[in-house]
């Protein structure tokens, strides 16, 4: 049976819309995380993450794993961060210049404990995890991919569930070493359905799986004092240097579906297969070190983040679809080196106060990326933080901790193309402001 070009639109966008209602949710494309775009607890959200490779809370599951062996204590962590986007491209063709200002907002629980006394040779083996959930705990599996017309910015969006396990375990004279896997979802749906043109659905079939992806997390950390010289003292005291490596990762979701409109299309029906990533993280090495004296410590990182493999992983999206694009115009990115630096200092036992500085330039290569659209500029991040301990409770055996942590971003403007769906450009510049609070509340065991 013939049918008109625009029935089979009619159809193709009723087969696209039944497929997704099982995804579709008012959420950013985006291609960073809690972890890499603000930071996960307020210690790092305060230093702007130059301090995180040697924060010895749960976080450290996802920054360097060997730190869980600086406290020996157990502890239970958790926490709230609320980021302000306001993220502007100056378009001559639209209204005003807010592109997008959607907040994020995690609510965060971490748990680290040592399990060396389950083993009869009592070597500590600490375990961590830290786990984190979009919309204050109310939203884990939204996600969304797009092209659009008026722009979209790379790394700014929300990863509704952020999830890290690892342990770490002391090796020699101050030298530590520990691994933990990110985890991140593939999800999978399959629908079948008959369909008339006005929208009416009747033996509907869906399945929906998800499942786990496991990314490696490798750190090791070495006490320069401890590991030269341990009996005597030394210029190497108070010194301790990071490496850490992270996998690349990434969320997916491909949907298949099969969908049958009576008068329209018959049997077999349409199939439709859609394969589409978000929530990118690049591999990344870090190097850190930091030096300690009696009240107070001072430290950075360096890290190499390589963002040029994202080329590869749009070449097998069918939504961003860069194989149906010339090659000169596909979208590229760079890999990109950050450096940080930040310091803390304790007012007494019970206060201390802490900051740091990043300047991260953006990966984003390509100014112009048809339908895509994406912008992405570079961004100078500050931050500052307090902790306070209060040491006289009645009930439990350790202190408890309070930390809060601010952070600004300040992205920097820069000129892009946007080519909208006909081919058409507008010059337009881009920039923005986010502003990142953070709390949490420790407990030791």
Known sequence: ??????????????????????????????????????????????????????NDQVSATYYNPAYLTKD??????????????????????ANGDILANSPSQHVLIGMKTNLGSLTRFKHPIYLGFIAGVEKYGKEMLAFDSQTTENGQFLQYGKEPLFL??????????????????RVTLDAQANLDAVSTLGGETSRERLAVNAEPSLKTILGTTIDLGSTFCPDSDCFLNGWETALTYRTKSAASTSVDSNIIVTQTIPDPGLSL?????????????????????????????????????????????????????????????????????????????????????????????????????????????????????????????????????????????RDFTLVDFDGNETPVT??????????????KF
């Open 430 to 443: 881009a920039d923005g402001d986010v502003h990142v609070v953070s709390g949490s509340i420790t407990l």
């Open 273 to 413: 297969a859609v394969s589409t990533i978000d929530s990118f993280q690049p591999e990344t090495f870090g190097f850190g070190a930091q030096y300690k004296g009696e009240n107070w410590r001072v430290g950075g990182s360096v890290e190499q983040q390589n963002w040029s493999e994202l080329e590869n992983e749009f070449s097998s999206d069918t939504i961003k679809d860069q194989q149906s694009v010339p090659a000169g115009s596909r979208i590229q990115f760079d890999d990109v080196l950050i450096p940080r630096i930040g310091a803390e200092y304790a007012l007494n036992k019970n206060f201390s106060v802490r900051g740091g500085v990043a300047y991260e330039e953006s990966p984003l290569k390509s100014t112009r990326n048809p339908e895509i659209n994406y912008l992405d500029t570079d961004k100078i991040v500050v931050g500052l933080g307090l902790s306070a301990t209060y040491d006289r409770t009645r009930l439990l055996a350790y202190p408890v901790r309070l930390d809060i942590g601010y952070q600004y971003q300040q992205l920097q403007e």
């Open 1 to 54: 049976m013939a049918f008109s070009s625009r029935s089979r639109s009619r159809a193709l966008s009723l087969a696209i819309t039944t497929a997704s209602v099982g995804f579709s949710v008012s959420v950013s494309a985006s291609m960073g995380n809690l972890g890499t775009t603000y930071g996960v607890m307020p210690v790092d959200v305060a230093t702007a993450q130059s301090l995180s490779m040697f």
């Open 72 to 93: 020996e204590r157990g502890e239970l962590t958790a926490g709230i961060l609320h980021a302000e986007q306001e993220l502007r491209s100056a378009n001559p063709n």
């Open 164 to 181: 890290n396990i690892g342990g770490a375990t002391p090796l020699w004279r101050g030298i530590s070493a520990g691994a933990s896997v």
